[in-house]
């Protein structure tokens, strides 16, 4: 196999494909055709929005967020352990492989989800949320091996505007069979939408065998044989560890980063809940408004890393947070349709940027010399998935308890205030000043 050199265009353009590839999860899956399909077959005159789950009385949304807080929560222990071993084993590929096929069966899995085997649809969900996330972890641990500082910026903005493409390129296909059904002859209303969850599995898995085939494999980092795993795992951790703590910057960045995500990846994954039950909107507008905040993420990924590059990335991703905390504001008194368009707009402006300088902000931290990038990786994406879990959590604790979701999304405005505290804690350390320097 070939090998690539940092910066090299073919080898970042197979890296970017895995964000193409994934990213119909994040946008079928968790932001429309499934939240849309979920609260409606969920939804009984009956029995109003409460489910029964393995006999427990639950809001089915807040069922929803509890399986993916559980996930969560799984992946984030899981997750150092498995990239130290990877970085020790030389395995880094084999796991971002392992996770992508878990995530694309279980996807297909969810072809089968019916009112009446709601156990099954939920099981699938949160086994197609760990599979995302633990292919993202992998893939992001690639980084700083393909592309210099000077250019991380730029390449993961590239990898977030793929992602987008993609996804948008999926849903349009999904639409298809979802608005003009009479055209490929489908008369079960419900065929549709599970036959987008199919295409969104298949498509994961074909696209990633692109980055499979370029990314090469990481070298062991330590000797492994005759060592049992146990051992293998625990020595490459504490090295690790050890490693994370010397470096301050990373330090001072990771507590912001844990605040200010745990509100943004909240709103992203409960925005369709959020539209389809404060404004019902009905499924092709909401799912429309959310196709616009996916195009839209496309220049805000770009004009994002531009802004990096003249002001410095703390700086922009404080003024980011502080839009977010208006958003949440916003949200608490939306009334009518097109508040709903408007805050699309400016939700998907703000998410490409901010996902996309977060992780070469994070990317930037990481010494120069360290091989074991996935295991640094890994404190970052652990961070972000213990701030999903208690945002969705608390997201649906409050609206278990008050049946009103516009707490929930009120109360969000709490996470980002601290974030963006904290962030001005991170602009005054000095060291900081050498991510600016890199532009």
Same mark, same amino acid.
């Given at each position: 196999?070939?090998?690539?050199?940092?910066?090299?265009?073919?080898?970042?353009?197979?890296?970017?494909?895995?964000?193409?590839?994934?990213?119909?999860?994040?946008?079928?899956?968790?932001?429309?055709?499934?939240?849309?399909?979920?609260?409606?077959?969920?939804?009984?005159?009956?029995?109003?929005?409460?489910?029964?789950?393995?006999?427990?009385?639950l809001v089915n949304?807040?069922?929803?967020?509890?399986?993916?807080?559980?996930?969560?929560?799984?992946?984030?222990?899981?997750?150092?352990?498995?990239?130290?071993?990877?970085?020790?084993?030389?395995?880094?590929?084999?796991?971002?492989?392992?996770?992508?096929?878990?995530?694309?069966?279980?996807?297909?899995?969810?072809?089968?989800?019916?009112?009446?085997?709601?156990?099954?649809?939920?099981?699938?969900?949160?086994?197609?949320?760990?599979?995302?996330?633990?292919?993202?972890?992998?893939?992001?641990?690639?980084?700083?091996?393909?592309?210099?500082?000077?250019?991380?910026?730029?390449?993961?903005?590239?990898?977030?505007?793929?992602?987008?493409?993609?996804?948008?390129?999926?849903?349009?296909?999904?639409?298809?069979?979802?608005?003009?059904?009479?055209?490929?002859?489908?008369?079960?209303?419900?065929?549709?939408?599970?036959?987008?969850?199919?295409?969104?599995?298949?498509?994961?898995?074909?696209?990633?065998?692109?980055?499979?085939?370029?990314?090469?494999?990481?070298?062991?980092?330590?000797?492994?044989?005759?060592?049992?795993?146990?051992?293998?795992?625990?020595?490459?951790?504490?090295?690790?560890?050890?490693?994370?703590?010397?470096?301050?910057?990373?330090?001072?960045?990771?507590?912001?980063?844990?605040?200010?995500?745990?509100?943004?990846?909240? &709103? +992203? @994954?409960?925005?369709? *809940?959020? $539209?389809?039950?404060? /404004?019902?909107?009905?499924?092709? =507008?909401? %799912?429309?408004? !959310? &196709? +616009? @905040?996916?195009?839209? *993420?496309? $220049?805000?990924?770009? /004009?994002m890393s531009l802004?990096? =590059?003249? %002001?410095?990335? !703390?700086?922009?991703?404080?003024?980011?947070?502080?839009?977010?905390?208006?958003?949440?504001?916003?949200?608490?008194?939306?009334?009518?349709?097109?508040?709903?368009?408007?805050?699309?707009?400016?939700?998907?402006?703000?998410?490409?940027?901010?996902?996309?300088?977060?992780?070469?902000?994070?990317?930037?931290?990481?010494?120069?010399?360290?091989?074991?990038?996935?295991?640094?990786?890994?404190?970052?994406?652990?961070?972000?998935?213990?701030?999903?879990?208690?945002?969705?959590?608390?997201?649906?604790?409050?609206?278990?308890?008050?049946?009103?979701?516009?707490?929930?999304?009120?109360?969000?405005?709490?996470?980002?205030?601290?974030?963006?505290?904290?962030?001005?804690?991170v602009l005054k350390?000095?060291?900081?000043?050498?991510?600016?320097?890199?532009?």
């Amino acid at each position: 196999m070939k090998v690539f050199k940092k910066n090299d265009k073919r080898l970042i353009r197979a890296w970017a494909m895995y964000d193409w590839s994934n990213s119909t999860y994040n946008l079928v899956i968790t932001s429309t055709i499934f939240p849309v399909y979920y609260t409606t077959i969920t939804r009984s005159k009956e029995t109003g929005d409460v489910v029964s789950f393995f006999g427990f009385e639950l809001v089915n949304t807040a069922l929803a967020n509890f399986s993916l807080s559980i996930a969560y929560l799984l992946m984030a222990f899981a997750l150092p352990f498995l990239s130290a071993y990877a970085d020790a084993a030389g395995k880094r590929k084999y796991f971002m492989q392992v996770f992508t096929y878990l995530g694309a069966f279980a996807c297909m899995g969810l072809f089968f989800f019916h009112a009446d085997n709601l156990e099954w649809g939920i099981i699938c969900y949160a086994l197609a949320a760990m599979g995302y996330i633990g292919g993202v972890a992998f893939n992001n641990a690639y980084l700083p091996q393909i592309a210099t500082p000077d250019q991380q910026d730029r390449v993961s903005a590239q990898g977030f505007a793929y992602g987008y493409v993609g996804c948008v390129t999926l849903q349009l296909i999904c639409f298809l069979f979802i608005f003009k059904p009479e055209w490929f002859g489908i008369h079960d209303a419900s065929f549709p939408p599970r036959l987008s969850f199919l295409l969104v599995g298949v498509w994961w898995v074909s696209f990633a065998q692109i980055t499979f085939r370029f990314l090469p494999k990481n070298k062991p980092s330590i000797q492994i044989k005759n060592r049992p795993f146990i051992a293998q795992v625990k020595q490459e951790f504490s090295s690790v560890w050890q490693q994370v703590r010397k470096v301050e910057a990373i330090r001072r960045f990771l507590p912001a980063y844990f605040f200010y995500a745990m509100g943004i990846q909240t &709103l +992203l @994954i409960v925005a369709a *809940a959020f $539209g389809e039950k404060v /404004l019902q909107l009905g499924a092709s =507008k909401l %799912i429309a408004s !959310i &196709l +616009l @905040i996916q195009i839209v *993420a496309i $220049g805000g990924a770009y /004009l994002m890393s531009l802004l990096a =590059k003249k %002001i410095g990335n !703390i700086k922009v991703l404080i003024a980011v947070v502080f839009c977010w905390i208006l958003i949440c504001v916003a949200s608490y008194y939306m009334r009518h349709e097109y508040h709903f368009y408007l805050m699309a707009f400016a939700v998907g402006l703000l998410m490409g940027g901010i996902q996309s300088l977060s992780r070469s902000t994070y990317s930037k931290l990481i010494p120069e010399h360290v091989t074991d990038t996935t295991a640094f990786f890994s404190f970052y994406d652990v961070t972000e998935k213990f701030a999903i879990v208690i945002g969705l959590f608390s997201f649906g604790i409050i609206e278990q308890i008050t049946h009103n979701i516009r707490y929930s999304a009120l109360f969000l405005s709490v996470f980002f205030i601290i974030g963006f505290l904290l962030l001005f804690r991170v602009l005054k350390f000095n060291n900081l000043q050498l991510i600016q320097s890199n532009q």
